[in-house]
């Protein structure tokens, strides 16, 4: 059992369609993150989460939106794609706010077309 | 909002030669942690150091954080082509809950 998954691994869609990704964890940790990876940017944050329906923004919100309704899955949304957007898509979760480590899935690369 | 600036961005060495990756700031954090990644997969963590001045083995990698709380370093004795990876440093600066702060990673190739 991985712990955390997150679907789909892959993606092509068209600019202006919206597009939800999947996170799911079975470790009930408190804290989920969405983070985008591109080169020469690193890892950025996109939302969090610490807690069912408690969730905040991070460096790079605009464009998207997330949702908590159980401790188990933690969504994130893409309100209308735009080629900007292509990226791989990391989820994390930690038990104590990421002091002693996240736990991250094996990401979904989004092609936005 | 927190900095953490990685050196070398690219390596390339021979299998069995000595490296160091740098990892800086001008910021003090509570804890700093390593992860490594590999093509296709999510980061994965290499270990958590705490105390200023702490130094933590993990076979053949070193990982040292500074007096200050501010930069961690990352040593790799005799390198072989499975360290071959990509490298981040992260940095929890406390309090809130938006958690780490990332380098830009330093993208290590280990050649036979």
């Known amino acids: 059992d991985a712990g955390i998954t997150q679907s789909p691994r892959h993606k092509v869609t068209e600019t202006g369609t919206p597009v939800t990704l999947r996170c799911h964890q079975t470790e009930n940790h408190r804290y989920m993150y969405w983070y985008r990876q591109d080169p020469g940017h690193g890892l950025r944050l996109i939302h969090y989460s610490y807690g069912v329906k408690d969730t905040d923004k991070g460096e790079v919100s605009d464009g998207y939106s997330v949702s908590r309704s159980k401790t188990e899955d933690f969504l994130l949304t893409l309100e209308s794609a735009t080629s900007s957007q292509t990226s791989v898509y990391f989820c994390?979760?930690?038990?104590?706010?990421?002091?002693?480590?996240?736990?991250f899935g094996s990401g979904t690369r989004l092609t936005v077309v | 909002t927190q900095l953490l600036e990685q050196s070398p961005q690219f390596l390339s060495i021979q299998e069995g030669e000595n490296l160091t990756v740098y990892c800086n700031s001008s910021s003090v954090f509570s804890s700093l942690q390593w992860y490594r990644q590999e093509p296709g997969e999510g980061p994965v963590l290499l270990v958590t150091?705490?105390?200023?001045?702490e130094v933590k083995k993990l076979k053949r990698l070193t990982f040292q954080f500074g007096d200050a709380r501010k930069d961690s370093s990352l040593h790799i004795t005799a390198a072989q082509p499975g360290d071959t990876g990509l490298y981040l440093c992260?940095?929890?600066?406390?309090?809130?809950?938006?958690?780490?702060?990332f380098g830009k990673g330093t993208h290590l190739i280990i050649q036979p």
């Open positions: 992260a940095g929890d600066a406390g309090g809130g809950a938006d958690g780490l702060t």
């Open positions: 150091v705490v105390t200023g001045g």
């Open positions: 994390a979760i930690s038990g104590d706010r990421g002091n002693y480590g996240y736990t």
